[in-house]
């Protein structure tokens, strides 16, 4: 039996799927990760990307900031690939509850699923600092330097910055989902940013999966690892 018949068998005896996700789920939409080969921590910058995505950078170093998040976090035009594609279908047809990611990149949504927990945020949510006001992310990347609210606030990406809390309805609704779950597909994420990557041990049933290009520190622990690309994987399963 193959991994993905294994894949295939698990998925037909579940009902209650959870899909845990991060970057890699969209490098296959042309969206770099941070840390594969061609991924953002790679590239050199002036500062580090942990640095730039900070909140306290985001501050002190405003103009600098969405220079890098224009250039690097806003791909408006990337389409949803397989994976996307399929977990929207798994939704449709009644088999998957939630996809909780770390993704900002508003893919899944584009995709066609409806229950999806962005424990990072969006993109697509913008809002001034003063008024809140909202913008959607064409009004950040159609202009230049520091976007501005009509009363003059600063506009700010509705997305987690490192040294920002993660929203607590968010969180609570990803765990609800992840402890009822009869399956939990863990892909595309390295399981090294926490709190989010913790989430996962919510999880206690035996149908955990992992589909990842590179090894995770979850790897021991899963009842199936498939070690690939995670639209490859997933367009290889029927409903
Ligand atoms: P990460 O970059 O730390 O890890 C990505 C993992 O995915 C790696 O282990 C890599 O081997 C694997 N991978 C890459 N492409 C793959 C593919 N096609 N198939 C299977 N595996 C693949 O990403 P992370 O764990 O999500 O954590 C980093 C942070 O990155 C998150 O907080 C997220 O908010 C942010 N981020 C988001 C986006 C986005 O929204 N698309 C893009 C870059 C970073």
């Known amino acids: 039996m193959t991994d993905i018949d294994r894949l295939q068998e698990m998925i037909d005896k579940s009902g209650k799927i959870v899909f845990f996700g991060g970057a890699g789920v969209s490098t296959e939409s042309g969206i770099p ?15 580090p990307p942990e ?29 949803p690939n397989e994976a ?8 449709r047809a009644g088999k998957l509850t939630a996809v909780v990611t770390q993704n900002i990149d508003g893919l899944h949504q584009k995709a066609g699923s409806k229950n999806v927990f ?28 520091i976007p501005t609210c009509s009363c003059g606030g600063v506009i700010k990406p509705d997305v987690v910055l490192y040294e920002e809390n993660l929203d607590q309805r968010t969180i609570a609704g990803a765990v609800k989902a992840i402890e009822k779950a009869d399956m939990l597909i863990v892909g ?14 919510y999880y206690t049933g035996s149908r955990l999966v992992l589909i990842n290009r590179s090894p995770t520190p979850l790897d021991g622990n899963a009842d199936l690892v498939i070690g690939g690309s995670i639209g490859q994987t997933l367009a290889r399963i029927h409903l």
Not at 188 to 201: K, R
Request: some cysteine; overall charge positive.
């Open 84 to 91: 996307h594609k399929k977990l929207a279908e798994l939704e």
């Open 33 to 47: 990760d941070f840390r594969s080969e061609g991924g953002l921590y790679r590239q050199h910058y002036k500062y």
């Open 188 to 201: 595309g994420t390295s399981l090294s940013v926490y709190p989010a990557a913790g989430l996962v041990n």
């Open 118 to 145: 962005e424990l990072h945020g969006s993109v697509h949510r913008n809002y001034c600092l003063r008024c809140h006001k909202r913008y959607p992310a064409e009004f950040i990347l159609n202009g230049r330097g």
């Open 51 to 79: 640095t730039m995505l900070s909140h306290s950078f985001f501050e002190s170093h405003t103009e600098e900031f969405f220079e890098f998040y224009r250039d690097k976090m806003l791909c408006l035009t990337a389409q």
